[in-house]
C-alpha cells in the first residue's frame, strides 16, 4: 500500500506581531490530529512552526487532496484559530480564507505539499519549512539539488541519478504547467524559474523511473483573495538518498543564503537564513526570512524522527553571511533593491498609497501649458 506524506501550513495567529506560533494553538491542533489518528483517518503526524506558521505534517495512506485528510486539517487550523482569538494572539485566522470547508483545501489558503510514494526499505525524507517569503524561494535550491552537479555528485558519479530529473513548472499567474527535462534543458528551465514569482516549481521526478524526488506549495495567497493577506511562506518535501540526492547535498543547496522577496510587510528582498527549530523566529524587520529543515524516516506509514537538521555550527557561517546581507540590504531602506519591483508591489499594500495620490498626478503637457500661460499673462502685466 502507498504511503503519502501531507504538510499542510497556515498563519492562524502569533504573538507579539508576526513573530511566532503560541503554543497553545500547537496543542490545539496537536489534539484534533491526535483523534485523527486515532480514528485511523491518519496513521502518523507531527506538528511543529516556522515563525509564525502552524505546521502539520501527516501520513496516510488515502492519496493527495484526499477530503477527510483535509478537513483534519482544517478542523486543526479552526480550533488552534479560536485559541488564537481567545488569547488576542495577532492576525488571528489570517490564512483562512474561508468559513466553510469544501471538499479540499485548495485555494482555501493553506500552504500544501503532499506526495504519495511507494516506501523504499528505507524511506528518508526532508520537510524544509520557510517563513516570510513565497513558493519561488525554493526555485534555487531545488536546481541545486537535482540539476547543478557542483551543488549534488550524484548527478555524475550515481548511474540511478545520472539520467537526470524531470522539472514540473507552473505559472502562477496562468494556472499552466510544463514538463522540462534536466540536464538537456536546462537553460530553458532556468529562463523559467530564474523568475520565481511567476513561475515556480512545483514537482521533480527522476527521469529514470518517474519516481517523485521533490514537491512544493504553490499557493500565492494575493492570487487567492485579490489582495495582499500576508507572504505565503512555502514547505517543501524531499525525498533523499538511493536515487535522489544525498541529505548532504539536499542540505548543501542552502549553504548560500540567497535573495528571496518577502521579509517586511512581504515587500522586500532578503536573505533566506537557515536555522534551527528554536531559532525560527521572525524578528529582526519581521525576519530575516526564515528556513528550517526537519529530517524524517517513514516506515509502514511511521514517523522515525525528526532530527533538527539546521541545528549544527557548519552552518554559521550561513548565518552569519546571512546577517551580512541583511546590512547590507536594509541599508537601502524604501529604494530598490530592498523594496521589491513595482510589479511585485502591486500586490501589496501600497497600492492604497499611490491611489490616494492619483489625483494630485498632472499630466507634463498641461503643467508646461499652464507655466506658459502664467508666463505670457505676466508679460503682458509687465508691458
Do not use: C
Not at 507531527?46 to 484526499?66: A, C, F, K, P
Not at 488564537?84 to 469544501?102: I, R, V
Not at 550515481?158 to 538537456?184: A, C, Q, R, W, Y
Amino acid at each position: 500500500m502507498k504511503t503519502t506524506i501531507s504538510v499542510i501550513k497556515a498563519d492562524i495567529g502569533s504573538l507579539a506581531g508576526h513573530h511566532v506560533v503560541h503554543p497553545d494553538t500547537m496543542a490545539a491542533a496537536n489534539k484534533v490530529l491526535a483523534e485523527a489518528k486515532k480514528q485511523n483517518i491518519i496513521i502518523d503526524y507531527y506538528v511543529t512552526n516556522v515563525g509564525d506558521d502552524l505546521e502539520l505534517i501527516m501520513t496516510h495512506n488515502r492519496g493527495e487532496l484526499d477530503t477527510k485528510v483535509h478537513e483534519t486539517a482544517w478542523e486543526a487550523f479552526k480550533e488552534a484559530t479560536k485559541v488564537a482569538k481567545d488569547l488576542g494572539l495577532y492576525a488571528a485566522g489570517q490564512d483562512l480564507l474561508s468559513d466553510t470547508f469544501s471538499g479540499n483545501l485548495k485555494g482555501m489558503g493553506p500552504g500544501i505539499a503532499e506526495m504519495e510514494i511507494e516506501e523504499r526499505p528505507a524511506e528518508p525524507f526532508v520537510v524544509f519549512m520557510a517563513d516570510k517569503t513565497e513558493p519561488g524561494a525554493f526555485n534555487y535550491p531545488q536546481y541545486k539539488m537535482f540539476a547543478d552537479p557542483f551543488n549534488t555528485a550524484g548527478l555524475v558519479i550515481d548511474p540511478t541519478m545520472h539520467e537526470g530529473f524531470k522539472f514540473e513548472v507552473l505559472d502562477v499567474f496562468e494556472g499552466e504547467s510544463v514538463i522540462l527535462n534536466s540536464p538537456e534543458e536546462i537553460y530553458d528551465i532556468l529562463g523559467l524559474i530564474g523568475t520565481p514569482s511567476k513561475y515556480v516549481i512545483r514537482r521533480v521526478y527522476r527521469k529514470a523511473d518517474n519516481n517523485i524526488g521533490a514537491v512544493t506549495s504553490i499557493e500565492r495567497l494575493n492570487l487567492i483573495a485579490g489582495k495582499y493577506v500576508g507572504k505565503d511562506d512555502p514547505v517543501m518535501i524531499i525525498r533523499v538518498q538511493h536515487g535522489f540526492p544525498a541529505l548532504g547535498e539536499a542540505l548543501e543547496a542552502f549553504s548560500f543564503p540567497y535573495l528571496v522577496p518577502g521579509w517586511m510587510r512581504g515587500s522586500h528582498y532578503g536573505p533566506i537564513m537557515p536555522v534551527s527549530q528554536r531559532d525560527a523566529r521572525a524578528t529582526r524587520f519581521d525576519g530575516p526570512p526564515r528556513l528550517i529543515g526537519l529530517g524524517f524516516n517513514v516506515k509502514n506509514g511511521r514517523l522515525v524522527g525528526p532530527t533538527d537538521l539546521f541545528d549544527d555550527p557548519a552552518f554559521d557561517e550561513t548565518r552569519r553571511l546571512a546577517e551580512d546581507i541583511a546590512d547590507y540590504m536594509r541599508r537601502h531602506g524604501p529604494f530598490m533593491p530592498h523594496r521589491l519591483e513595482p510589479s511585485e508591489m502591486e500586490y501589496t499594500t501600497l497600492p492604497l498609497i499611490t491611489e490616494k495620490l492619483k489625483p494630485r498626478f498632472k499630466k507634463e503637457s498641461d503643467v508646461t501649458k499652464a507655466k506658459r500661460s502664467i508666463y505670457e499673462n505676466t508679460s503682458q502685466g509687465t508691458d
